[in-house]
């Protein structure tokens, strides 16, 4: 992580926060107590900002600088909401295209998966607040520079953010090795949204069941899953590609 994406010292990180920063999160000394870190605590008060608290070799490692026990993450974008997103996409005159990602925790498949967005037309990418991806000069790096044009909503959790596109005429679906559907077999031509789940977990199982439908892309050999970016793209282009045959 480069110094220039973190703010350390109880202070700045108060300025940071109160100044309306893109803060992915807060790591707090173990063991840290005072006045200052009390200021902290009443500032992050009712906003949605991860706090973990950690061992102080921690943050020895990531900087040697005077951290005072607080380093706060900067995000390199400013995220948008998809509750905003949403309407402006249908004042276009335009059937949204939204991806999900629901437990993606490396940054370079994130980056690679916002490349292909980028360039496949999707309306904007949908990350949880807490145990997910965030995004810093690695995942923009391998993105290619598309996370600064995508928009990247960062919602409190996957679920409400499935939930609230349901509401708004979207349908969902999720990239599973569970289904009994084969990807190619669903109909993506009009509002739709896909959720793509980690490798180790797959698209959690609460997640699971409030979507429209599961699909799967099949696989014949012995490796028991493809890697999420590349998963992520093959679905994105059969909706790209069932999009052109009904224009054409």
């Known amino acids: 992580m480069r110094e220039n994406e973190m703010v350390f010292g109880i202070r700045a990180v108060i300025e940071a926060i109160q100044a309306d ?4 999160k807060i790591l707090v000394r173990r063991d840290l107590q005072g006045e200052l870190s009390k200021r902290l605590f009443e500032v992050l008060r009712g906003r949605d900002i991860p706090v973990q608290r950690v ?5 020895d ?16 974008v400013t995220y948008q ?36 967005c980028e360039c496949a037309g999707v309306d904007a990418i949908v990350i949880p607040g807490k145990g997910s991806v965030t995004v810093n000069a690695d995942a923009i790096k391998t993105s290619a520079g598309a996370l600064h044009v995508l928009p990247v909503c960062k919602e409190k959790s996957i679920n409400q953010a499935i939930r609230f ?16 559907d084969i990807y190619t077999s669903a109909d993506y031509v009009g509002p739709v949204a896909i959720v793509m789940g980690a490798e180790d ?3 959690s199982a609460e997640n699971l069941r409030i979507c429209d439908q599961m699909v ?8 028991g899953s493809l890697n999420v970016s590349v998963a992520a793209s093959v679905m994105i282009y059969e909706v790209v590609r069932q999009r052109m045959n009904i224009n054409n």
Do not use: C, M, W
């Open 21 to 24: 920063k893109e803060v992915d």
């Open 55 to 59: 061992p102080a070799e921690r943050l």
């Open 61 to 76: 490692r990531l900087t040697r600088k005077n951290h005072q026990g607080v380093i706060a993450f900067i995000s390199a």
């Open 81 to 116: 909401r998809l509750e905003d997103i949403i309407p402006f996409i249908y004042e276009q005159g335009k059937d949204p295209f939204i991806v999900l990602l629901d437990g993606v925790t490396d940054v370079r498949n994130f980056g690679a998966i916002a490349r292909t």
């Open 165 to 180: 596109l349901r509401q708004s005429g979207v349908r969902v679906f999720a990239a599973t090795e569970k289904a009994s």
């Open 201 to 203: 977990t797959g698209v």
């Open 216 to 223: 799967r892309i099949p696989q014949f050999g012995t490796i």
